[in-house]
């Protein structure tokens, strides 16, 4: 499947991917700002998030609120997200509706700073408190999204801190910050814009620079501190914790070539092979075989810069502790590290990876946020249309180099959440302690 | 700094708001309908999009129909089809279908066992293949089927420390009557799910799972003549062993007393209220840092006449980001994160309720708006604005709820299983657009009842009891995790 691609930039730097698809009368706008929680300076983690809310509390010609509104009574879908790299804003509308969409996009660009008030910002920062109580302090294992990347990155790496931020933080967040950070970051030469669906692309282009052309140009984003990290974590790094939880799972994360990166691909498929659906080794073992997990699973962060991590996560039976389900993955991990993987476990991760691919391309939605992916990454959003070749590149010789090199026991880092009942507080204590040593050295 | 004094940092003046271009024509994607001589329906949409094909093979055996005593049944039958056939063991029918580049997920909802693919075009044969080795031959070792009870006994257990998962189960539990199936959980309990043998799960296959009770749905790229032949080379050709079930299926739905089949039925509707007086009940979990809160009651069958005027009015209520309860709970108050209302839609009444997650401090005053809100939907006629934002949203996005392959099977699977018109996805954008003030003022009337909600809120008992107990909404019950009344409550 090749999907068609046009791009152009307009002078204040504005990136514009356009992909046209007549097949249904909707059209998708999707934003990617090159900022996320990694451009966050000390003291204010959780700061890229809180401000993609206020994204959505209107701008000079916007009222609070009406951003959702208008979206949706234009019959539309609608939202934002915020990640360790960047943050993303995206509709989906009928096609009719197309410049609504990017006079709003481009209306709070442009001009958000004249809407942002005292009371909106107080009232986000406590609806955000409320999503971190949801998503993290109420929730079992929910710690776990902000102590892995903790884990895994050395405390100085822009990946190492919270995404959803601590409640000091946010209390500490002032509008003072929503300017400095809207007039660094939410800058047209920061950004991508991609258009994909239903919609004539001279018009298109017409309506993006009326609309975009007059926002000035930012002065330039700071540069981030140094991402790089050696391959392997040198040594392995563990971390227990007793939680509010009823059976112990573990996350166990390695090091991993960055996302679109040659590399990349084959540390994917060997992800897959771990951890993607019941024909997957973590599951056929674990869970089939030795029924020692309930669920196993693996994944990529799928970061672009430094390093990124590949992550099994597996949930344990009832009568099975934290300990010995720690024990049955190594056996698995042992195993690959040492033997490598055969041509039919590619074959069989490679087709699962591309019906996927092409199951959610089927979204404008999907189509335009994959199409700003690759050009705020790559600057090359025509990347989308090689995905599937370089899935099928992938030889078994290839992800066995990559089992070799990064499954080792000195590129481990475990974390067990175990129940708190039945846990030993002091060994957990000693094991922080451990692990904040072994994280100084990088 | 006061960011409202700063001017506008653009040297010209903002273009004005763009006034929508003319709507472009969309239909839902045509379909055809055919039926095999042994019984087994067909419904294929042909959308030549992507080359993919998304199949749904439908059999009348969902949760509804488990026996008394067995609830899980139909839900451990279902997964039991894919862990091994009379041919094949479950680990290699798990990496041949894998090989094929999809999954197949067989599980069972409320009203129907599914087993669903999405597979490229060229795989759809072989794809077919093994959806009928499953479906028509399953061997149901005992080895699996004893794993898939101990995984959902870990699902059990892991649901006490969920709070989410744990306030869903206690309303459901609340809203309905002590026996009705609905109070009790879609995969069963921890002792139901103990109860459940092999014998079980090969008599509940042999009377549930027959060509009669069966439609295959396609969507995607292929002719109808084509997944005729595909899919009549396979599901064509199925015989059905043992007899089938003693009545019909449809029995169960009724609202009177009814003679035991195979197995022995509840003694009440799976959808008998509770009861009747509005009460509230704290599930413990001790320093919770918010409270998650379910308020409702019983709500409606799929095929009530007033679905659509009840659709627009839980729009207005609490159905959209911009509706009253999100509003009112998020923006104005920052109780939470957000807040919704809904309706879960199944053959028999299943609940309405309004969800939330709201902090500690703030459980009864939450609860206090959210029963005002639904007062207020009652006592006046929604405004002109609400009301087209409601129906513009439901009717502009309708095509984007269709833009997949799956999406559009199972558009197509619930208008086989709630027999729904065959023009319903048609008509759909006119029926919304026909509703009016009134039609959303007399839904709210007839079908929500203040004085009959439960209203369920876990989290931190000690804190929240006394304030909850001060609104007067009804006598507060305090349980443990796992659901038992606590002595004090």
Same mark, same amino acid.
């Given at each position: ?113 004249? #809407? ?102 930012? #002065? ?175 030889? #078994? ?46 | ?109 409320w009203d ?13 044969? &072989? ?27 870990? &699902? ?26 609905y109070?009790?959980? &879609? ?24 060509? &009669? ?37 449809t029995?169960k739905y009724g609202t009177t ?12 509707p799976i959808d008998a209220p ?22 409702g009651h019983v709500g409606l069958k799929r095929l009530h006449p007033d679905y659509f005027p009840v659709v627009v009015m839980n729009a207005v209520l609490?159905g ?21 209302s809904g309706y879960d839609w199944r053959r028999a009444a299943g609940p309405f ?24 939907i009652r006592?006046?006629p929604v405004?002109?604005?609400?009301l087209?934002?409601a129906t513009?949203?439901l009717d502009?996005?309708f ?12 558009a197509?699977?619930n208008l086989v299983l709630y027999k729904l018109p065959e023009d319903f996805y048609d008509a759909y954008r006119g029926q919304v657009r026909g509703v009016t003030r009134d039609d959303v003022l007399a839904a709210a009337r007839a079908h929500l009842y203040?004085?009959r ?37």
């Open positions: 499947m090749q999907i068609p691609i046009e791009t152009f930039r307009l002078p204040n730097g504005l990136f514009v991917t356009l992909s046209e698809d007549h097949t249904a009368p909707l059209v998708a706008v999707n934003l990617w700002y090159h900022v996320g929680s990694a451009n966050e300076r000390a003291g204010r983690t959780g700061f890229a998030h809180l401000f993609e809310h206020m994204l959505f509390q209107g701008s000079e010609n916007v009222g609070a609120n009406e951003h959702f509104e208008l979206v949706q009574r234009a019959g539309g879908t609608l939202n934002g997200s915020t990640w360790l790299d960047r943050t993303n804003y995206f509709e989906t509308v009928p096609s009719n509706q197309l410049a609504l969409a990017l006079w709003l996009e481009a209306d709070r660009m442009g001009r958000l700073l004249p #809407a942002m008030t005292q009371q909106k910002l107080d009232t986000q920062r406590d609806v955000v408190k409320n999503e971190r109580r949801w998503s993290v302090d109420n929730q079992p294992y929910g710690t776990w999204w902000e102590r892995l990347p903790a884990l895994a990155f050395p405390e100085t790496h822009p990946f190492h801190h919270s995404l959803i931020g601590s409640m000091e933080h946010l209390t500490a967040a002032s509008l003072d910050d929503v300017a400095a950070f809207f007039a660094t970051y939410y800058t047209p030469d920061n950004a991508v814009l991609s258009v994909a669906g239903d919609f004539d692309p001279a018009e298109a282009r017409t309506t993006i620079e009326r609309f975009f052309g007059p926002i000035p140009r930012g #002065a330039g984003r700071p540069p981030l501190p140094p991402m790089d990290v050696p391959p392997v974590f040198g040594a392995p790094r563990r971390q227990v914790v007793p939680d509010e939880v009823m059976l112990p799972r573990l996350f166990l994360a390695f090091r991993s070539p960055p996302f679109g990166g040659d590399a990349y691909y084959a540390a994917s498929v060997c992800g897959a092979i771990l951890g993607m659906r019941k024909g997957s080794r973590l599951h056929r073992a674990l869970v089939r075989d030795r029924q020692v997990a309930a669920e196993a699973n693996a994944f990529t962060y799928d970061l672009a810069k430094g390093s990124d991590l590949l992550v099994a996560d597996v949930v344990a039976r009832p009568e099975v502790s934290g300990e010995r389900l720690e024990a049955e993955v190594a056996v698995e991990i042992d195993r690959l590290h040492r033997d490598g993987v055969t041509a039919d476990e590619v074959a069989r991760a490679v087709a699962l990876i591309e019906t996927d691919f092409l199951a959610a391309m089927q979204s404008a939605s999907e189509r335009a946020d994959q199409l700003s992916r690759f050009a705020t990454y790559f600057g090359d959003p025509s990347l989308v249309n090689v995905q599937v070749a370089k899935y099928r590149a992938v030889t #078994a010789a290839d992800v066995t180099a990559f089992a070799r090199e990064r499954l080792g026991v000195e590129n481990r880092a475990t974390l067990l959440f175990v129940p708190k009942a039945d846990d030993d507080e002091r060994r957990a204590t000693s094991d922080e302690r451990e692990v904040a040593t072994l994280a100084g050295r990088d | 700094m006061s960011l409202d004094a700063r001017p506008s940092p653009l040297a010209v003046p903002a273009p004005p708001r763009p006034a929508p271009a003319p709507p472009r024509p969309y239909r839902f994607p045509p379909f055809e309908r055919r039926r095999f001589a042994n019984g087994v329906g067909l419904v294929v949409a042909p959308v030549h999009k992507l080359p993919l094909v998304s199949v749904i093979v439908l059999v009348d055996a969902g949760a509804a129909s488990d026996p008394d005593g067995r609830e899980g049944l139909a839900q451990i039958t279902a997964k039991g089809l894919a862990e091994g056939t009379s041919a094949t063991d479950g680990a290699t029918l798990a990496d041949r279908v894998e090989r094929l580049g999809t999954s197949l997920d067989t599980h069972a909802d129907t066992a599914l087993l669903r693919v999405t597979v490229s075009r060229e795989r759809m044969a &072989e794809a077919t293949a093994l959806l009928g080795e499953v479906l028509l031959a399953p061997a149901f070792p005992e080895r699996e089927l004893e794993r898939l009870k101990g995984e959902r006994q870990a &699902e059990i257990l892991a649901q006490r420390a969920e709070p989410r998962g744990l306030a869903d189960e206690m309303f459901d539990r609340f809203a309905y009557a002590e026996s009705a199936r109070a009790r959980p &879609e995969g069963g309990s921890a002792e139901s799910v103990a109860a459940i043998g092999r014998d079980d799960v090969v008599r509940f296959y042999r009377t549930r799972y027959r060509p &009669e009770h069966t439609t295959l749905v396609v969507a995607g790229d292929v002719t109808v003549d084509d997944a005729e032949r595909l899919i009549g080379d396979v599901f064509g050709v199925w015989a059905a062993r043992g007899a089938p079930p003693g009545e019909e299926v029995a007393r009814h003679p035991s089949d195979a197995f022995g039925v509840a003694s009440l509770a009861r009747l007086t509005r009460a509230v009940h704290v599930v413990a979990k001790p320093d919770a840092p918010q409270s998650e809160l379910r308020v609490g959209l980001f911009s509706s009253r309860i999100n509003l009112n709970l998020r923006e104005a108050h920052a109780y939470t994160y957000g807040a919704h309720s309004v969800s939330t997650a709201v902090r500690s401090d703030v459980t009864d005053a939450a609860a206090r708006e959210i029963l005002h809100e639904i007062d207020r006592a006046q405004g002109e604005e609400e087209s934002l513009s949203y502009g996005v095509p984007i709820r269709y833009e997949t392959t799956a999406a559009i099977a199972s197509l699977a203040p004085e909600l439960q209203i369920v809120a876990v989290g931190d008992a000690a804190a929240i009891r006394a304030p909850l107990e001060a609104l007067g909404f009804g006598h507060v019950h305090v349980y443990d995790a796992e659901g038992r009344e606590t002595a004090n409550g």
